[in-house]
């Protein structure tokens, strides 16, 4: 059954005789939980809030988180003598809660994410890290949105001042579920449950995309949203902003303009009508995710990648491979990164590593 299912996802789309490996790696640029001291407060609100993974250890990359990963990425090349790369996908702005609070929730503000770091670690040497990490082709960031959360729907919250939103808020933090239920969250940045909501999300895309340009120095062309959850009314302003690849899952959600969603099908390659191919990521590799071997799984879907000519997407996110809430977390994660990298070049001498915006159809 194993085989027929792999067969049937991987009939269709692109195929190529290469043996290529990308790293798509989510949630860089973000806060979220932003201390371990904010961490052990929101605890005392909502106990099971660590039982989440993402609130347990993800971070800002520190300057040792990067220069760590750099390390890894370096020291296994594949069939041109190119390292190892990363794709981090990247948001290029988070919530300013100063002006946020002093406009009594009314408006949303933001900060880039360059002044997200300074303002968190107060050193330029994390922003060379990323421009250097550009510079060597290890690690060249991607469109992941604006910011990592939904603009309208987390304005509600802190509007209906929700309990849970409340305290986060306080410590310039975002990510623990609200305390009133609703049938949306508010991490997934391009969910929208009408028409003017539609604009308003096809708005902070464009403005996003400018300031990825002004942060790193080139257009994106590739384009993650967060969750995997957007309208295809977005496309063709993505397209007019230089993006060409979009992220989508295999079986995707799609929200419509009356709130619902629809579930669409995708495939690698597959086109749309402004002529922009969809990416499908098949590859899971998350260290951190439970206690299964993370690399010997990943190995495996590389190898049905390779058995039907595709590509090899690898879905990782930030939450693996930093240390700033557990400096084990990092040890582990970047441990089995080389473990899987070493694993690759053996198994498949013939491999190229490439980030996304190498990748050709």
Known sequence: MESLKNLIINSFGIKT???IVIFLVDDYGTIRISSPQALQKLEQIEPN?????FNKYDALSSAEDLSSLFEVLTSVKDKNGNSAAFTPMTVVANPDFDLIELN???EYKYETFFDTI???YASNSIIELWLEGIEKNIFVPEFHGREHLNVRFWLEFLQKKDKNVIEAFKLKSIGVNPSHKTAKGYMAAFDIKDKNHLKEVIEISSEGLQIFEDLFGYKSKFFTPSALIHNDGMHEELKKNSIEFIDMARQRIEP????KYTKRFHYMGQKN???QRYITRNVMFEPNKDDKDCVSMAIRDIAVAFKYKKPAIISSHRVNFVGGKSELNRKKGLEDLKRLLENIVVRWPNVEFLTVRDLNF
Request: proline residues 0%; aromatic residues 10%; hydrophobic residues 10%.
């Open 256 to 259: 419509n303009l009356n709130g």
């Open 17 to 19: 005789q290469r043996k």
């Open 104 to 106: 009594g929730y009314s």
């Open 273 to 275: 009508s402004y002529g």
């Open 49 to 53: 809030i660590s039982n989440n993974r």
């Open 118 to 120: 300074e303002r968190t």
